[in-house]
């Protein structure tokens, strides 16, 4: 099982980002996928869920109206839309799956944003 992030790198305030996460060794269509980030010396929040089969979707406060989650089952690939930056987005972000008690995590991928 693997779960591949891209797409981190420095930005400057108020510009975009786009996380993918690429899945392998799993029926990916079947669970539910999400991204979480930790800052230093902070605990790891949920920032966006994205369901398997409505794909229904559900966001942090901080994030509402700013990033976007989607995914593409073909691909086998759930993205992270991030837009209107802001330094607190600093974080490494983590791509994770979860199905019932199986839960995968992603290495993790490392967003700064400069003021």
């Known amino acids: 099982v693997q779960l591949v992030e891209s797409g981190g790198g420095l930005v400057q305030s108020g510009g975009s980002l786009r996380l993918s996460c690429a899945a392998s060794?799993?029926?990916?269509?079947?669970?539910?996928m999400s991204w979480y980030r930790q800052a230093a010396g902070k605990e790891r929040e949920r920032v966006a869920a994205?369901?398997?089969?409505?794909?229904?979707?559900d966001y942090a406060d901080s994030v509402k109206g700013r990033f976007t989650i989607f995914r593409d089952n073909d691909l086998n690939t759930v993205y992270l839309q991030m837009n209107s930056l802001t330094p607190e987005d600093t974080a490494v972000y983590y791509c994770?799956?979860?199905?019932?008690?199986?839960?995968?995590w992603g290495q993790g991928t490392q967003v700064t944003v400069s003021s």
């Open positions: 060794g799993f029926t990916f269509s079947r669970f539910a």
């Open positions: 994770n799956a979860k199905r019932l008690n199986t839960v995968y």
């Open positions: 994205i369901g398997n089969v409505d794909e229904l979707k």
